[in-house]
């Protein structure tokens, strides 16, 4: 298999909640992040372990957007509103998104990527966002996404 079955592999198992296939695909030294807890999980026992060990079981992950590919992330700030974020590709970092459902009924964006090395899932580093609705004033300027 090359990164990209790998990867795309590994985030099939995730939909599948299948762990024994996580395992075999993570580095015994996997490093699992969740950025907005400050959370990192050190290796692929623990994470195996987390994963087994969640509160009312695994909910259900749908990925919608499986794994584009990153080499350079280039931050540019204007002079006004928000920062530019330019992502480019190559064939060992791979982005994902799609929506976790948790146990007790919350549905949550969910964003990250995964790192291959060596062919193995050596990093995962994933992003949860509760849904909102959107404010009234940007109404002029958007359109509503399915």
Same mark, same amino acid.
């Given at each position: 298999?090359?990164?990209?079955?790998?990867?795309?592999?590994?985030? !099939?198992?995730?939909?599948?909640?299948?762990?024994? $296939?996580?395992? +075999?695909?993570?580095?015994?030294?996997?490093?699992?992040?969740?950025?907005?807890?400050?959370?990192?999980?050190?290796?692929?026992?623990?994470?195996?372990?987390?994963?087994?060990?969640?509160?009312?079981?695994?909910?259900?992950?749908?990925?919608?957007?499986?794994?584009? $590919?990153?080499?350079?992330?280039?931050?540019?700030?204007?002079?006004?509103?928000?920062?530019?974020?330019?992502?480019?590709?190559?064939?060992?970092?791979?982005?994902? !998104?799609?929506?976790?459902?948790?146990?007790?009924?919350?549905?949550?964006?969910?964003?990250?990527?995964? !790192?291959? +090395?060596?062919?193995?899932?050596?990093?995962? $580093?994933?992003?949860?966002?509760?849904?909102?609705?959107?404010?009234?004033?940007? +109404?002029?300027?958007?359109?509503?996404?399915?």
């Amino acid at each position: 298999m090359n990164n990209r079955q790998i990867a795309q592999r590994y985030a !099939e198992a995730a939909e599948e909640k299948d762990l024994t $296939t996580l395992a +075999q695909l993570a580095s015994p030294d996997i490093e699992v992040r969740y950025p907005q807890s400050g959370e990192v999980i050190r290796g692929r026992d623990n994470y195996v372990a987390m994963l087994e060990n969640y509160p009312g079981g695994l909910g259900d992950l749908e990925l919608s957007e499986t794994l584009g $590919t990153k080499e350079r992330v280039t931050v540019q700030t204007p002079s006004f509103g928000m920062p530019v974020i330019t992502v480019t590709g190559n064939d060992t970092t791979f982005f994902f !998104e799609g929506f976790a459902e948790y146990p007790n009924g919350g549905r949550f964006h969910t964003a990250g990527y995964i !790192e291959v +090395q060596n062919m193995s899932i050596i990093r995962e $580093t994933t992003y949860f966002a509760e849904p909102f609705d959107a404010p009234a004033w940007r +109404q002029p300027y958007v359109e509503d996404t399915p």
